[in-house]
């Protein structure tokens, strides 16, 4: 393909003069206009004929894997020029507009020789992108024509959820380091349900512990000894339904609950205790098995990237039953989700009271954090005082239902924005202390 460069516009500006002028000295208009035309026509196929052809040109691009939203990160182009005379190129990408990255990229590269051009970027939200097409432009030494290709590579590129409340989470890593130290040295006996080991019998022991196949190789009683659970599962519930979809500081809920979810495995990972993931809406979507580790990690955030709240009601009813029957060993829930008073009380509520029958259930939400400043003001007129008095029975309405959640045997936070991944380790830890 041929492309018009932008020099050559002010070449037929600049050859207008003299066409004017031979007119005027021929007294014919029309000699002058072909004079005018025949000396762009002799430039631009001269600028053409020095152009190196598009598919002399050698184009790589170098596209990290995954990236993580509003992080700087760097895209390369590799350029080889196999012609035998310099050629200016240009590159003009199709990265979509999110991504925050410059589409175009020129650069003038000697005959034989390999460029790289560097394209910072920063992407502004998550999910999978396809990169595959782009165009090659080679441009005359005159910039009055340029020769042009389009070309395909293909390439995907992950951009996955930024982790916000990594310094809170650091902070509170020492205390897990403690935790741990703390059950490492310190083995609770005789409450637990995980095996420590065989002794003999004593008066304060309960029949339902002897091991009637040690007693009748020994011969005499032996009773089996056990500890408090050390490494214990945590399981979220990550709500993907439409109440996810509203924004608080700016940021979708569902964000959020993202966060809490990458703060939580990493303080749970750190102690030992493995933690899972259920995506759901109308039906349980994906499910990440309990696991720790930096593979599992990557595991949770590759289940998450993509993510995005669909606008229809989520099935908390379905949620426990599926809960329930893939997860029977007592261990923490974490429901993610809103507090909506009518949907607490016909739907999460109900499922929250069936999840807390077998485990200990935690339901974590995120305030509106616009909602609670306008709650604390004073109205100075009566615009402020609608806004005010507004907020305040919204305000309302959510303690209401988190008392709802409360009364079903649930333990709830409900917190602004950028708050509810600490609390919820917070809330974690202190229940790890516990024995809980």
């Known amino acids: 393909m041929i492309a018009l460069g932008p020099r050559l516009w002010w070449l037929v500006t600049g050859l207008t003069p003299v066409g004017a002028l031979v ?22 196929v001269f600028d053409f004929l020095r152009t190196q052809p598009a598919a002399r040109i050698g184009v790589e691009r170098d596209c990290p894997p995954s990236v993580v939203m509003n992080a700087d990160s760097e895209l390369r182009w590799t350029i080889a020029n196999r012609g035998s005379r310099p050629a200016m190129v240009s590159i003009a990408d199709e990265l979509a507009p999110s991504l925050g990255a410059q589409r175009r990229a020129s650069t003038t590269v000697p005959p034989g020789a390999i460029a790289v051009v560097k394209v910072p970027f920063q992407p502004a939200r998550r999910g999978l ?40 989470v650091e902070l509170r890593l020492h205390r897990a380091r403690l935790l741990e130290v703390g059950a490492r040295s310190v083995r609770s006996r005789g409450g637990g349900t995980e095996f420590d080991h065989l002794r003999e019998y004593s008066v304060d022991d309960s ?25 214990q599962t945590v399981v979220v519930l990550l709500d993907n339904g439409r109440m996810m979809a509203a924004k608080s500081d700016g940021v979708t809920r569902l964000e959020h609950g993202m966060d809490a979810v990458m703060a939580l495995a990493t303080v749970s990972s750190r102690i030992g205790d493995r933690l899972g993931l259920v995506t759901f809406d109308l039906n349980p979507h994906r499910i990440v098995a309990p696991g720790r580790g930096r593979r599992h990690m990557g595991a949770l955030t590759e289940t998450m990237f993509a993510l995005e709240p669909r606008l229809s009601e989520s099935d908390y009813d379905r949620l426990a039953a599926t809960v329930l029957a893939r997860f029977r060993r007592r261990m923490m829930v974490v429901l993610l989700t809103d507090l909506v008073g009518p949907v607490v009380d016909s739907s999460i509520a109900p ?43 919204s ?22 924005a950028g708050r509810l991944g600490p609390e919820l380790v917070d809330h974690y830890l202190e229940a790890k202390a516990r024995n809980r």
């Open 351 to 393: 499922a929250v009271a069936a999840l807390a029958k077998r485990h200990q259930v935690v339901v974590g939400a995120v305030t509106n954090s616009e909602v609670a400043g306008w709650s604390r003001r004073s109205p100075t007129d009566g615009e402020h005082a609608y806004l005010t008095g507004a907020a305040v029975i």
């Open 129 to 168: 992108f396809s990169v595959n097409r782009f165009t090659v432009r080679v441009h005359g030494p005159w910039k009055l024509v340029s020769r042009q290709a389009d070309r395909e590579i293909a390439a995907e590129l992950r951009v996955v959820p930024v982790f916000r409340s990594r310094r809170e």
């Open 207 to 231: 029949y339902r512990h002897i091991d009637w196949a040690a007693t009748a190789r020994i011969g005499h009683p032996i009773v089996r000894s056990y500890r408090a659970e050390q490494h």
């Open 395 to 416: 305000t309302e309405d959510r303690a209401k239902a988190a008392r709802t959640l409360v009364s079903a045997g649930a333990a709830v936070i409900d917190v602004e």
């Open 23 to 44: 007119a005027q000295w021929r007294q014919n208009w029309i000699e002058g206009v072909i004079v005018a035309v025949a000396l762009t026509l002799i430039a631009v």
